[in-house]
C-alpha cells in the first residue's frame, strides 16, 4: 500500500479547505487503496481530527512557526522580535523552527512515505528533497511583488522561494497564463519553469442534493439588487474587517444599499436582519413577514446558501484570497471590491482591477466609491467577467490527482 503524507500550513484557512478537497478527489480517482496521514497544529490541526475522527492516529500534531497576531493580520514588528524573543505564548522562532524541523523529519523516518504533499509547509519541501521523497508543493504564490511590508518581508521571501522550489513538482492552483489570478504573486525564475504545472483552480464542489431552501434563501430570492460582503481569516482579521464594514455602512451614500454579510464564525447569536424600517429581525420572522431589509448579518453559512448568495447578489465585497476570488470571478462571473489585508491580497486584486474584472479598495471612501462604480459601469465588468469565466479552469483537483497518479507509478 502506497502511503502519502499531507503537510498544511496552519495560517489561514485557505490551505486546509485546498487539501481536503484535493482529499475527496483522490479517494474518488484513485481506485488503488493508499494510507493518507496529515500534519498541522492549531486550528487547522483540530480541523483534520473532528475530519478524521475515525482515523486519528493518521493526524500529526506539528507546531510549524507563524506569525504572531496583529490588529489586522500578522504583525510584522511583533513577528521579527519573536525570531530571537519568546513573544505572545510562542517560543522563540529560531528554537521553534529547530523543533519543528526535527519532528517532520522524525515523522518522515517512521512512515517512510512513498509521496508527500505540501500546501504552504515549505520546510517539508526541504527534508523530502534530503531523504530524495517525491515532493508536490501546492500554491498560489511563489516571489510575490511586495507593497506594504516591502523591505521588511524580503529575506523571508528568498528563504520561502528557495524551498518551494525544492519540490520535484510545484503545483500552481490557478488557471494557466493569461489567465492566473495569482500572477502577480510568482514570478518563477526560468530554473523552475520546468517543474511548474498550472493545475486548475480547487473550486467547491456542485452541490448536487439540493436541501429545501433556507429561510435566508427565501428571504434573498425575493430581493432584485444586493451586495455579498464577506467577513474571513483568523480572529484578529476577522473583527478588524467587520469594524471596517460598520464604518462603510454608516457613509451616507451606502443608506440604501441592500447587502449581505458573512461572518465566518459558527455562532448564531449573529444572524439578524436589519429593516428599512430601522427595526432588527431573526432572519426567520423577516421571511415571514417579507420584510424590506437593508442588511442581513449572518454568522456561517452553508454551502447551499453561500452558491444562492453568490448566485444571485450584484457584487461582492472580499479581502482578495485567492480561493474566494476563483469562485466569486470565474465560477460566478461576479464583480469584486476587494479590501486586502497582505501584500498577497494586494496582488491578486491588482490583478482584477487591471482586467477591469473588480476594483481595490483601501479606505472606507474608496470602498464606498467602488460600490457606485460597480452600479454604475455593470454591463462593462458583465462583459469582461463573462469573456474570463469561458478560460477559467475549475478542474485543479482532478488534475492534480493525474499528478499524483504519476508520481506514485514512477
Not at 151 to 161: A, D, E, R, T, V
Amino acid at each position: 500500500m502506497k502511503k502519502i503524507g499531507g503537510f498544511i500550513y496552519p495560517w489561514g484557512n485557505g490551505h486546509f479547505t485546498r487539501m481536503m478537497a484535493l482529499d475527496r478527489a483522490v479517494h474518488d480517482q484513485i481506485r488503488e487503496e493508499l494510507e493518507i496521514h496529515y500534519a498541522s497544529s492549531g486550528e487547522i490541526y483540530q480541523k483534520l481530527l473532528q475530519r478524521f475522527s475515525d482515523k486519528k492516529e493518521n493526524i500529526h500534531n506539528i507546531v510549524m512557526p507563524t506569525p504572531i497576531d496583529g490588529r489586522r493580520g500578522p504583525s510584522v514588528i511583533l513577528s521579527l522580535f519573536n525570531f530571537l524573543l519568546p513573544l505572545g505564548g510562542k517560543p522563540p522562532l529560531v528554537s521553534l523552527m529547530a523543533n519543528y524541523l526535527r519532528s517532520e523529519g522524525r515523522l518522515y523516518d517512521n512512515q517512510k512515505f512513498d509521496l508527500v504533499i505540501n500546501d504552504g509547509d515549505v520546510g517539508s519541501n526541504a527534508i523530502a528533497e534530503r531523504r530524495d521523497v517525491e515532493s508536490l508543493f501546492i500554491t498560489n504564490q511563489f516571489r510575490p511583488r511586495l507593497w506594504t511590508s516591502r523591505f521588511f518581508l524580503y529575506p523571508g521571501l528568498l528563504y520561502i522561494s528557495k524551498n518551494i522550489g525544492k519540490a520535484k513538482k510545484i503545483v500552481v492552483a490557478d488557471s494557466p497564463p493569461p489567465n492566473t489570478i495569482c500572477e502577480y504573486n510568482l514570478n518563477f525564475p526560468e530554473k523552475l519553469k520546468a517543474k511548474v504545472v498550472y493545475a486548475g483552480h480547487f473550486s467547491n464542489e456542485t452541490i448536487r442534493d439540493q436541501s429545501p431552501k433556507s429561510n435566508l434563501e427565501r428571504l434573498v430570492e425575493s430581493t432584485d439588487s444586493f451586495g455579498y460582503w464577506m467577513i474571513t481569516g483568523n480572529k484578529s482579521t476577522n473583527e478588524s474587517t467587520a469594524k471596517t464594514y460598520e464604518k462603510i455602512f454608516q457613509n451616507p451614500e451606502m443608506s440604501t444599499e441592500r447587502r449581505i454579510v458573512s461572518h465566518a464564525r459558527n455562532d448564531f447569536s449573529i444572524d439578524r436582519v436589519i429593516g428599512k424600517d430601522g427595526k432588527t429581525y431573526s432572519i426567520a420572522d423577516a421571511c415571514d413577514r417579507n420584510v424590506d431589509w437593508i442588511q442581513i448579518d449572518v454568522g456561517f453559512l452553508s454551502e447551499q446558501e453561500k452558491d444562492t448568495v453568490l448566485s444571485l447578489c450584484k457584487y461582492a465585497v472580499i479581502n482578495g484570497s485567492h480561493t474566494a476570488m476563483g469562485e466569486i470571478l470565474g465560477g460566478k462571473a461576479k464583480p469584486i471590491i476587494g479590501i486586502p489585508v497582505y501584500d498577497e491580497h494586494t496582488n491578486q486584486i491588482r490583478w482584477a482591477q487591471d482586467r477591469k474584472l473588480g476594483i481595490l479598495a483601501t479606505t472606507v471612501r474608496q470602498t464606498v466609491k467602488a460600490v457606485s462604480e460597480i452600479h454604475r459601469n455593470y454591463n462593462k465588468y458583465q462583459e469582461n467577467l463573462l469573456e474570463f469565466a469561458k478560460n477559467y479552469d475549475r478542474h485543479g483537483t482532478k488534475n492534480t490527482v493525474k499528478i499524483i497518479s504519476e508520481m506514485l507509478e514512477d
